[in-house]
C-alpha cells in the first residue's frame, strides 16, 4: 500500500464519526441527558470530614476526581506520566485509563481501565507494519469503548493522546484537557517539515480532541507549550562518556541495522531492540532486548544516540548532553515535524538509511558536538497551572 500510516489513521479517524456517529448520538440521546459543562473548581476542595461532629455539618466538599488517559503506543507517554501522577495526586483523586498495545515500559499506579484504543504496530524497514496495523484495529470495539465509559464521577479528563477518553469526553460534553506532546500541534507556530500532509494536521486535531492544551516541545514555540518533562529517574542520572554510541530504532529490525553499523567498527554500537528476546554481540555491535534502566544506563555513559523523530528518548538525550542523530519513520508526519524541529536547533537528521548512510554517520561520530540546551524541571509547575 502506498498510503502513509498518517493518511491512514487520518482516514479511520473519520471513519468512526461518518458511519458511527448518529447511532453514538442516539444512544447517548436515549441515556441521562449530559450534565452542563461543569466549571473547573479551583485545587485542594476541603477534605471528607473524619469526626462525627463534622460530618453532622454535612457542608463539606467531596475531593476533586480526574481521569487520566494515557496512549499506550511507545514507550515515551506511559514513562512521562510516572512523574506527572504524583503531582496530580496532590489535587484530586486520579484514575487511570491506558489504550494501545506497543509499550514497554510499565506504570506503577493502578490502572482502572485498558483499551485496546487506536495503535499502530511497528515494522522492521524503518515505518509502521501497515498489514497488521489495520488487522488489529476494530471500530466497533472503539465505538463500544467510548459508549460504555462511565465519565459521571469525574471533574473533567486529563488526557495524552489516547482517544478513547478524548472522544468519550467529546460526545458526552465533559471537559476534556490535552497533556501531551501531540497537542502542541494544534499550534501553528510549532515547527512543520517544508511538505504540509493536510491530513495528518487533521488527525492531530481529531484524534485526540480536548477543550484546551497544555503541551510539550522541545522549544516554548507559543502560550502553554512548555519544554519537555524529563523524568527523575533521568535527572539523577550522573553522565559519563564511554566509547559506545546507543541505538534505538524500534522501527528498524536489529538484523537490518548490523550492516551499516559494522561498517563503522572502531565504535562500539549497543542496539536496544523490540525484535530480540535475547541478546548477542556480532563484531562490534551489541543487541540487547528493551530495559528501561539498562536503556537508561547505557545513554547516560554513551558518546551519542541514534534513535527515530519521537520526542521523549531525543529530549532526554539532550538533557544528558548527548549528540543525536535522529531518523524520522517513514511515513509518520508527526516525527517529520519533530524532525525538523531538531534540525533546527542543530541536531543531525537523516531521513532514510541508503547508500550514503554509513558516510553521515562517520561524519556524526567523528565531528559532530552536542548542543546545549535547558529543560527546567517544570512538572509542578505545569499541574499547577492545570488545576488554577
Known amino acids: 500500500m502506498t498510503a502513509s500510516v498518517s493518511e491512514a489513521f487520518a482516514f479511520l479517524s473519520w471513519l468512526l464519526p461518518a458511519f458511527k456517529l448518529k447511532k453514538i448520538a442516539e444512544e447517548i440521546k436515549n441515556r441521562d441527558a449530559p450534565k452542563p459543562l461543569r466549571e473547573i473548581k479551583k485545587p485542594l476542595k476541603p ?12 457542608n463539606y466538599l467531596s475531593p476533586m476526581k480526574i481521569l487520566f488517559g494515557i496512549q499506550g503506543t511507545g514507550n515515551g507517554h506511559v514513562s512521562r506520566a510516572r512523574d506527572i501522577i504524583p503531582h496530580l495526586q496532590k489535587y484530586a483523586e486520579v484514575d487511570i485509563l491506558i489504550s494501545g498495545t506497543q509499550v514497554d515500559v510499565t506504570l506503577a499506579h493502578e490502572i482502572k481501565y485498558r483499551k485496546k484504543g487506536l495503535s499502530f ?4 524497514h524503518g515505518g509502521v507494519d501497515f498489514q497488521k496495523t489495520l488487522k488489529g484495529l476494530s471500530l466497533g470495539t472503539l465505538t463500544n469503548d ?6 459521571k464521577p469525574y471533574d473533567f479528563i486529563l488526557n495524552d493522546f489516547e482517544p478513547v477518553s478524548a472522544w468519550a469526553g467529546k460526545l458526552k460534553n465533559k471537559k476534556v484537557i490535552a497533556l501531551s506532546h501531540q497537542s502542541a500541534f494544534l499550534s501553528e507556530k510549532s515547527p512543520r517539515p517544508p511538505k504540509i500532509n493536510s491530513m495528518a494536521e487533521k488527525l492531530f486535531k481529531y484524534y485526540a480532541p480536548c477543550n484546551s492544551r497544555f503541551s510539550f516541545h522541545f522549544e516554548s514555540y507559543d502560550e502553554n507549550i512548555f519544554t519537555p518533562i524529563i523524568r527523575r529517574e533521568i535527572r539523577e542520572l550522573i553522565p559519563t562518556v564511554n ?10 529490525v536489529d538484523k537490518f541495522l548490523l550492516k ?5 567498527p572502531d565504535v562500539q554500537w549497543e542496539i536496544f531492540s523490540k525484535h530480540e528476546k535475547i541478546g548477542y554481540t556480532i563484531e562490534n555491535v551489541r543487541v540487547r532486548p528493551i530495559d528501561n534502566q539498562s536503556f537508561n544506563q547505557s545513554v547516560a555513559s554513551c ?7 519521537g520526542f521523549e528518548a531525543p529530549a532526554e538525550a539532550m538533557f544528558l548532553g548527548k549528540k543525536v542523530m535522529a531518523l524520522p519513520m517513514k511515513g509518520q508526519y508527526e516525527q517529520y515535524c519533530n524532525a525538523e524541529a531538531m534540525r533546527r536547533m542543530g541536531i543531525s537528521v537523516v531521513h532514510e538509511i541508503d547508500d550514503t548512510f554509513v558516510e553521515k554517520l562517520k561524519e556524526w561520530c567523528y565531528n559532530t558536538e552536542a548542543i546545549k540546551v535547558d529543560f527546567p524541571d517544570n512538572v509542578a509547575e505545569v499541574v499547577q497551572k492545570i488545576f488554577c
Open 303 to 309: 558518546s551519542g544516540l541514534l534513535t527515530g523523530a
Open 243 to 252: 566509547n559506545h554510541y546507543t541505538v534505538y530504532l524500534p522501527a528498524y
Open 146 to 151: 467510548i459508549l460504555s465509559l462511565d465519565l
Open 47 to 58: 477534605a471528607p470530614p473524619t469526626t462525627k461532629r463534622d460530618k453532622q455539618k454535612n
Open 121 to 124: 504496530i511497528f515494522g522492521k
Open 260 to 264: 551499516y553499523l559494522k561498517a563503522v
